[in-house]
């Protein structure tokens, strides 16, 4: 199962059976509104803080994956989750009122695939018939955590990028109808110096560059394997560092192959700065729009290559550099094998 160095390939291709997408209102008003299974208008979601929405955002997700899936949660053996709040209290919260037995991942916005990738392993290694995993942020809290509280009303450079308030999760299972997972590349930490927490995408490209290039290496295939290669929430700044990157390394891809996650979920008109960030970005992008599009036919292969940050508000106020991860996850089209 293991190919090259850092690669799992998975033979009994485990089945992402179903997926469950929430947003928040700005969400509501952004590109993919469509491919959300819930969209609330109220940042709050009818809690007294932003954390404990940030945990409905997480638990209605599952919710959502569950019911569609036809499911009982009892049915289900593991739940792999994460978010960025300190010590993942929403998603372990969530896990709470789930009942699901809990693996907490912090992966910081690499989370959404690094769940997939060892939930995939598990069940290809036939460790559960049914597990659940995803990832989710919520704009307030976030902020508030690693920048400024929202209501400070603080300006930001244009490199700066918008936490997004979602969570998006999905249910993976050894048989069933839906897209299958066919290898995971596994990151590794890479730090080229940078130290500021309004230019993540820049920090987080040389991150994403080494794994999808490890990707290629240990699978011996090239783009052309793929019709759409998207990463995380690197935004305008860090999409555009990583396209020079591979340039600079002889990877080249054909229009449109090589996405970002943070640059499809708003509009243009939506005051984002850099794009879209936080670790329910890939996740609901993912999870909805792109499996949408894969179910509509329009994606046969795809690569997710979700991108992390892995500072702390402490490790910044030490003046700590920016230590950043990747994790790529292959899906593809039931019956494309």
Same mark, same amino acid.
């Given at each position: ?12 291709k ?9 947003g ?7 590109k993919?509104?469509n ?12 809690q ?7 945990r409905v ?9 569950i019911?569609?899936a ?5 049915k ?6 994460g ?5 993942i ?8 009122t ?5 693996f907490g ?5 690499s ?20 597990i659940l995993?995803?990832?989710?942020s919520h704009?307030?809290a ?19 990028q ?10 993976l299972a050894?048989?069933g ?7 995971a ?7 080229m110096g ?13 991150a ?12 011996q ?15 305008k ?17 054909e229009?449109?192959q ?7 979920i ?7 700065m850099s ?6 970005? &890939? ?12 179910k ?10 979700a ?7 402490? &490790?910044f ?11 790529a ?8 094998h």
């Open positions: 199962m293991l190919v090259g160095h850092r690669t799992w390939k998975f033979e009994n485990p089945v992402l059976i179903s997926t469950g997408t929430v928040g209102p700005f969400e509501a008003n952004g993919l509104a491919d959300f299974d819930t969209l609330h208008d109220d940042l709050w979601i009818g007294d803080s932003y954390e404990k929405a940030h955002l997480m638990e209605e997700a599952c919710q959502q994956a019911e569609k036809h499911l009982q949660k009892e289900i053996e593991f739940m792999l989750a978010d960025l709040v300190n010590q209290t929403p998603s372990s919260f969530a896990s709470r789930l009942e699901i037995p809990y991942l912090f992966g910081a916005c989370t959404s695939m690094e769940g997939l990738a060892l939930g995939a392993f598990i069940v290809n290694a036939k460790g559960a018939n049914y995993t995803g990832s989710s704009n307030s976030i902020e508030k955590q690693f920048r400024y509280p929202t209501e400070y009303g603080a300006q930001k450079p244009p490199t700066a918008w936490t997004v308030t979602a969570a998006g999760v999905g249910i050894q048989q109808e839906g897209p299958v997972i066919t290898s590349t596994i990151g590794r930490v890479v730090d940078l130290s500021d927490p309004f230019n993540m995408g820049a920090a987080m490209a040389p994403a560059v080494d794994t999808i290039e490890a990707h290629f290496r240990d699978l295939i090239d783009p052309s394997h793929y019709d759409l290669i998207a990463t995380g929430d690197l935004g700044i860090g999409h555009s560092i990583a396209e020079d990157l591979f340039k600079k390394h002889g990877v080249t891809f229009k449109g090589f996405d970002d996650c943070g640059l499809m708003y509009k243009d008109d939506q005051p984002v794009g879209a960030s936080g670790s329910g970005c &890939s996740a609901a992008v993912a999870y909805g729009h792109l499996i949408n599009r894969m509509k036919g329009e994606i046969k292969r795809m690569l997710i290559v991108t992390g940050a892995l500072l702390s508000p402490l &490790s106020q030490q003046k700590e550099s920016i230590p950043c991860i990747a994790h996850v292959s899906i593809e089209a039931g019956g494309v």
